[in-house]
């Protein structure tokens, strides 16, 4: 994974959620304890967001830190989780993880065919998006690097399931959900 595109992924999503989000949120401060590398606080304010209905991308946040046991104990098995909700809800970068601990089999037993397919959702969901967020190209590269290396590693049966389960996985959700509206 590359950690420093992570690292920068999440200070642009903050540039970008401040413009939505007024700037004394838990979320913003959570983005401010990440630049200057205070992880626990970041964790405790993206998990404030995230009680207070805050933006979606504070679930793939949350889940970097807790993957990357930043800021505290390394609990993949929860970075895991959040990263399937935030990838249920169309965040193309916690598609991305999602497939990385997939394919390492870290916090989820290891499937690298799914590994796959999520790197698909992930690049058609960064795709839809990177017209308007220059932070959403960089993720769809770095999806596209992951994909291009497992797809290299599997067998051609492996890749056919992969781009099957990829079509079902881009069909529900390669698009972002609205959570803000009631």
């Avoid at 889940?63 to 965040?91: H, I, M, T, Y």
């Avoid at 992969?162 to 972002?176: D, E, H, K």
Wanted: glycine residues 8%.
């Amino acid at each position: 994974m590359h950690l420093l595109r992570s690292l920068s992924a999440i200070v642009f999503f903050g540039v970008a959620a401040t413009l939505a989000v007024a700037d004394d949120s838990p979320y913003n401060k959570g983005v401010a304890a990440w630049k200057v590398q205070d992880y626990a606080e970041a964790r405790k304010q993206w998990e404030k967001s995230l009680a207070e209905g805050g933006p979606d991308e504070a679930l793939n946040n949350l889940a970097f830190l807790l993957f990357n046991g930043l800021g505290g104990d390394a609990e993949p098995s929860k970075a895991v989780e959040l990263w399937r909700k935030g990838a249920a809800l169309g965040v193309s970068e916690a598609q991305w993880h999602l497939g990385y601990a997939l394919e390492e089999g870290r916090g989820i037993a290891r499937d690298r065919t799914r590994a796959l397919a999520w790197y698909l959702c992930a690049i058609a969901s960064a795709k839809k998006q990177s017209a308007s967020d220059p932070t959403e190209r960089d993720i769809e590269q770095d999806a596209q690097d992951a994909e291009s290396k497992l797809r290299s590693e599997l067998s051609q049966a492996e890749v056919a399931e992969g781009n099957r389960i990829a079509r079902q996985l881009i069909s529900r959700y390669s698009s972002r959900l609205d959570t803000t509206q009631p």
